[in-house]
């Protein structure tokens, strides 16, 4: 069964940052794509990132482009997105999932309970 754990939210001021970290269980991870997407409730959900298995971006989002970076480290089988220099719209509930290039855009499986992200001044 496959699990995937997010930790490292919480509430910070504009311009602060955050690590949110990944930890992935079951047979699914070294061969797989993994990446990012967020969600406020009632909205739909934002792709962020998707990394290729041996850990280079295939996509990374223009809205986050030069503050965010997504990694991978495949012998924790976990995966890590920085946040710097947050602003009140990166407030979102942040989940990691695996991913696949779709017919428009990028597409998440397999998330795991997310964590919630906070901006505020």
């Known amino acids: 069964q496959v699990q995937l754990v997010e930790s490292g939210g919480g509430s910070v001021q504009p311009g602060g940052s955050l690590r949110l970290s990944c930890a992935v269980s079951?047979?699914?991870?070294?061969?797989?794509?993994m990446g990012w997407f967020r969600q406020v409730p009632g909205n739909q959900r934002e792709g962020l990132a998707c990394?290729?298995?041996?850990?280079?971006?295939?996509f990374l989002a223009a809205s986050v482009e030069g503050r965010f970076t997504v990694s991978r480290d495949n012998s924790k089988n976990s995966v890590y997105l920085q946040m710097d220099n947050l602003n009140t719209d990166d407030s979102a509930v942040y989940y990691c999932?695996?991913?696949?290039?779709?017919?428009?855009?990028?597409?998440?499986?397999?998330w795991g309970q997310g964590t919630q992200v906070t901006v505020s001044p």
């Open positions: 079951g047979n699914i991870f070294s061969g797989s794509d």
């Open positions: 999932a695996t991913c696949w290039a779709g017919i428009k855009e990028y597409e998440y499986d397999d």
């Open positions: 990394l290729n298995n041996l850990g280079a971006t295939a």
